[in-house]
């Protein structure tokens, strides 16, 4: 990196002098233009000063025979004209003395130009001098003409002298600044075409090689052209290239390993499922057909003891005696065989939800709705207490109402006398709540802990079925011996949705269930949010 930064001072060092070596030249040729044009301006000044007191030589001249008179009254300020004139004329050879010592000429020229403007100043002398003496003598002496016209004559061969001079300065100037400006253009080009060379393209190369391999194509190489660094820099480029695409095979090949090992497990789970399958099947079916085998001699059994307790030749009580026991145990029996068949039907996925936005209150008044002609058909009553307008929750709305009807079908089921049912729905807490109250038979305090496992049962009267099962029969016709499955069922299914159910009961008083699900918050609303 030393290296390039020496080359990137030295190109900084070309530019610079290809920038001020130009300006150089022109600055330069310019003064020297400057310094020729001015001395020319002294020149034609110097000139047009001595033709301006000869002409003033000539007018008093010509004044003194003309008209005497006033001559003789105004010669003095005439001679203070005289002197004015030739130190005006003075001040401008002066001038170009001084400008001559500047103006970049020779030597050998330099010198003879301030010796000849020095003996001009010695030719104006004499010319003002002789001029006096004319004007104040009797007007014959005419020398100051000879100096004066010799002074002009010279100084005009000084003025076209220094145009010329200044002219071809000019056009040399011209040439020097276009062959500057070709020479600095060549070399600039020569420049360009090297950084082109050096730079550009090993650069050019390295970002064709990085969009080759951002786009996957790992075998890219850079051509090691250009700069020693940039060599350098490919060439460590092209190492790294190599170890992405070996890095990129053994990822590949650990990926081509893993999806034949996934598919592997997958088959493997795949012939697992479906050996669990058979077996549940097998098992379903095998309590399917425990339960149809065994209904059909149990019933034979309990029908030849009803018969046996019909015969009235036998001893009454001995045989009654037995063959109560015998209708006992068949009915244990069935009740059994009936469990077995609520356990098989338990087992299937009955439980299924779908979670979404619902409105519970809406669902507690459509199940209401349901029961209410049953209930009233029976002599009881079934009420609703003042709704609110909505209460959103999340859940299922098919097994919110399944939930509600497990319920209430217990409210009318442990009712002694017609049933009485009091439903409510209310917002506590952030939640939805919904209670169902009847004054029923109660259930023992032992009992409640138990209720909401399978097969437990609080104590129902004689004959008592369910409405959940039959919901178009009266309690009647569609009552039968429960298996103590709902309200199992009925927690399964909270859980599910995220919510709870309790039970509290006093004993020949009535029974309360609280169901409790959360309320969606106003953001949930707002973003319609489901979990």
Known sequence: MTSLRIKLWFALLFVIALVVGPALVASHAIRMVSAHFEL??????????????AVLGYTLQQERFTDPDTFLEERDSYIDGVRAHVSNADRYLNNEIRLLSKTPLPPERRAAAIKEEMNQREQLQLIGTHLERALLGDGKDTQWEDYALKAISVEEREVKTTKRVATEVFEGVIWTL??????????????????????????????????????????????????????????????????????????????????????????????????????????????????????TPLSIMRSEAEITLRNSEAPPDELRVGLDRVVRLSTLMGEIIEDMLQIARAEEPLLQTSIAPMDAAAAVQNCVEDFRRVIEADGGRITLKQPPEALTVEGDETRLKQVIRIVVDNAVCYSSDAPQVDVTVTAEEGEALITVTDRGNGIAAEDIPHLFQRFRR????????????NPGLGRGQAFRNGQGLGLSIARSIMETMGGTISLSSRLHEGTTVSIRLPLMSDADLAHGTVS
Not at 463 to 468: P, V
Request: aromatic fraction near 4%; charge should be positive; hydrophobic fraction near 40%.
């Open 178 to 295: 276009l062959g500057t400006s070709i020479f600095v253009g060549l070399l600039g080009v020569l420049g360009v075409l090297w950084a082109q060379r050096k730079m550009i393209h090993p650069l050019a190369n390295l970002w064709r090689s990085t969009q080759a391999i951002a786009e996957g194509d790992y075998a890219q190489r850079t051509p090691l052209v250009g700069t020693s660094e940039f060599r350098a820099i490919a060439s460590s480029f092209n190492a790294m290239a190599e170890k992405i695409e070996t890095s990129a095979a053994s990822m590949q090949q650990a990926n081509d390993e893993l999806e034949r090992a996934v598919a592997r497990r997958t088959h493997e789970l795949a012939s697992t499922n479906r050996s669990l399958e058979r077996a549940n099947r097998l098992r379903q079916q095998f309590l399917a057909d425990a339960s149809h085998e065994l209904r």
């Open 458 to 469: 609080g104590g129902r009267k004689a004959g008592a079925g369910s409405i959940a099962d």
């Open 40 to 53: 020319s301006d002294a020149s034609t000044q110097s000139l047009s000063a001595l033709q301006r007191l």
